[in-house]
């Protein structure tokens, strides 16, 4: 019998095509996440489901679902912080997702950042637009010369070893990181610092790399940014929600910090007025895997997870 599963977003064509060769597959054509009633007919209607970002499976939804016919979500993305795992397993459904088709180019993404903020290229970009410069001269929108500073990871995973890898060999920085659990190998020159603090206090910029969850909600929030060295720069690229956006606000407004380069957002996609107003926030719409072939491979990793859960084999990246 022909396993039947639901797509929740709109994926590159050769994945979709992919899929419905395998499934038989019911297409969701909105780019929006999926409502309660959305969630609770996918477990009682299908044998697995595809979702992605934004697409809530609570531990409530879970409940009300009762006896669910879905036992898979493969999800699309490495985060899966809108999937309550344990309570999808207590329900009978297993989770997976697609670690390692995104850590290049999510590093990319935070490099962008980082240098987007440092060199002021966002308030640069705006200016020209605008047709308000007025040419070169040797004060202009001084920024801060990356080379040769300090960067702080937190977060030494794959993507924070990536990033490390491109700061360090790419611009000459030195690498300080935070991780929960001691690395013995960051792939590059780096040093472990002790406390989450130490490295905010210590660092020129300052990357978020970690996985989103309740260990990570607000990891930055109003006591962990007094840390911050003065004039710093920090970039977020892990889940929204490891900032507090009201105390970063309350941050950047206070000049604390230098400036900040953001791809992700607390309530996203809503993002406060305050963050847009300020000249030195880069705000990014959620780009950090955004390139086709990127996307494929992702689409392909979560497909693999649904061929060998139907074939009786272990997903390749069960959670």
């Known amino acids: 019998m022909t396993q039947k599963v639901l797509i929740t977003r709109p994926l590159p064509e050769s994945v979709q095509t992919r899929a419905a060769g395998l499934f038989e597959v019911e297409q969701r054509e909105s780019t929006g996440p999926m409502s309660r009633a959305e969630m609770l007919r996918s477990l009682a209607e299908f044998d697995a489901v595809l979702p992605t970002l934004g697409d809530l499976y609570s531990a409530e939804i879970f409940a009300e679902a009762g006896a669910p016919r879905a036992k898979l979500l493969a999800n ?4 899966y ?7 999808a397993r207590a329900a009978g459904i297993a989770v997976s997702n697609t670690p390692g088709a995104v850590t290049d180019a999510t590093a990319d993404i935070a490099m962008m950042l980082v240098l987007m ?3 002021r290229a966002g308030e640069g970009e705006r200016l020209v637009r605008r047709r308000d410069w007025q040419g070169w001269h040797p004060v202009q929108m001084l920024g801060l010369h990356v080379t040769g500073k300090r960067l702080g990871v937190i977060g030494m995973g794959r993507i924070g070893k990536a990033i490390a890898r491109r700061a360090q060999r ?11 659990s001691p690395v013995a190998d960051a792939g590059v020159p780096a040093t472990q ?9 210590s ?3 300052t990357v978020l790399a970690v996985p989103g969850g309740a260990a990570t909600h607000h990891l930055i929030g109003a006591e962990a940014l007094a840390s911050v060295k003065p004039g710093a720069f920090l970039v977020n690229i892990s889940r929204g929600d490891v900032i507090d956006e009201d105390a970063l606000i309350d941050a950047l407004q206070a000049g604390r910090l230098g400036g900040a380069g953001l791809d992700v957002y607390e309530r996203e996609p809503e993002v406060p007025d305050a963050l847009v107003a300020m000249e030195n926030v880069v705000l990014l719409p959620h780009l950090g895997t955004a390139a086709l072939e990127v996307r494929e ?3 392909h990793m979560a497909v693999d997870n649904l061929e060998a859960f139907f074939a009786g084999s272990p997903p390749p990246n069960l959670l």
Do not use: K, P, T
């Open 76 to 79: 699309f993305g490495v985060g």
């Open 81 to 87: 912080n809108h999937i309550d795992v344990e309570a």
């Open 117 to 119: 903020v440092a060199r």
């Open 170 to 180: 790419g611009f000459d920085m030195e690498i300080v990181f935070y991780n929960r």
């Open 193 to 201: 610092l002790g406390s989450l603090a130490e490295v905010l206090a």
């Open 203 to 205: 660092a020129d910029v």
């Open 297 to 299: 491979n992702m689409g």
